[in-house]
């Protein structure tokens, strides 16, 4: 059973232990520039399936492998299209995760079953040197219970994820704020399997309809709160806001699609500890550049 150690710091003898628990089959909490994820050695069963049970997660919800390296990722798949490699050496360190045919070393408990794996190597660097010290990919969901907001702040982890964990790392606010582009590379052209920031780079050079995942549900993201969508704030409204409100349950965000994933869930995640019957949020433009952001908005939104 792992031993909660709360939130460390990223200091040299507390990534040190945190590789060592990895090693041992524990769960670790580490930040990424997208969102917190809830880590473990890829190749250990007992710790893929433990980390199934502490989000509540459907066992057929693949999870994505963190790489230190593109070749340390390309090396969990049988092969890989010219087009993934060109990606991965555009945007890795980053937020674009890929799918590709797994090797069997690869257990089928991290990949739902699939004969696929999601990999990528992420931009962070507290993480690329834990990565480089546990010798091994780390199987990381968003370290959020299912179904829930992703964290973005090491203090935002739901408290039973973290006491399923050896520790935090607090690498910080994720710098990205919604999680990483996912992209099918198992077929002749590169399809969009979740939108994310690196989407309107993408498009042209991907088929960008996107297509079902076994992890796509309706709902999702979601904080405690109903959730509502709307064109602008009711008066004394709790909730986001693109203009000045002098309610100060209303949030006003920013008017760039990057800046405003970047404060998103963490400023839905405060609103939703004032417990408020609705949040309400104004809705962006439907333009391409708010399109990972919309997703996530929608998904938020739909009834329980
Ligand atoms: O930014 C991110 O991607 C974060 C950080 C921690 O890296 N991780 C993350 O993981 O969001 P998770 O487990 O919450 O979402 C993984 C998504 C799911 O939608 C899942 O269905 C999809 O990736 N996925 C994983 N493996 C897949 C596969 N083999 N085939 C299709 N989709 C896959
Ligand atoms: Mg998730």
């Known amino acids: 059973m792992a031993d909660a150690h709360g939130i460390l710091q990223p200091t ?44 509540g997660r459907p066992a057929d919800n693949p999870l994505i492998a963190h790489a230190a390296s593109a070749a340390e990722a390309f090396a969990l798949a049988t092969q890989a299209p010219d087009y993934a490699r060109r990606l991965a050496s555009q945007y890795w360190p980053g937020p674009l995760t890929l799918v590709l045919p797994k090797v069997a070393r690869v257990p089928a408990i991290a990949t739902g079953g699939l004969d696929t794996v999601a990999v990528r190597v992420p931009a962070h660097p507290v993480t690329l040197e834990l990565l480089r010290l546990v010798e091994t990919p780390l199987a990381a969901p968003s370290a959020n219970l299912f179904m829930g907001l992703s964290p973005t702040r090491a203090e935002h982890v739901d408290r039973a994820i973290a006491e399923a964990a050896f520790c935090v790392i607090d690498g910080g606010p994720c710098r990205i704020g919604i ?29 960008s309809a996107v297509r079902r995942s076994p992890g796509a549900y309706p709902r999702h993201y979601a904080p405690r709160s109903k959730v509502t969508l ?31 994933a970047a404060l998103l869930y963490a400023s839905i995640h405060d609103l939703d500890l004032l417990h408020p019957e609705l949040i309400q949020i104004e809705l962006p433009p439907e333009t391409e550049v708010w399109r990972a952001v919309n997703d996530r908005l929608r998904k938020m939104a739909q009834p329980k």
């Open 179 to 207: 999680e990483s582009t996912v992209i099918d590379a198992t077929g002749v052209v590169p399809k969009v399997l979740r939108p994310g920031v690196l989407l309107s780079d993408l498009v042209g050079s991907v088929d």
């Open 230 to 260: 709307v064109h602008r704030l009711s008066d004394g409204a709790t909730g986001l806001t693109f203009g000045e409100r002098l309610e100060p349950t209303a949030v006003t965000m920013p008017s760039d699609p990057a800046l405003y």
């Open 12 to 55: 040299d003898e507390n990534l040190r232990l945190a590789a060592e628990a990895l090693k041992r089959g524990e769960l670790v909490v580490i930040p990424t520039e997208t969102v917190y994820g809830l880590a473990c050695d890829v190749f250990d069963e007992a710790a893929v399936r433990q980390t199934f049970f502490a989000k």
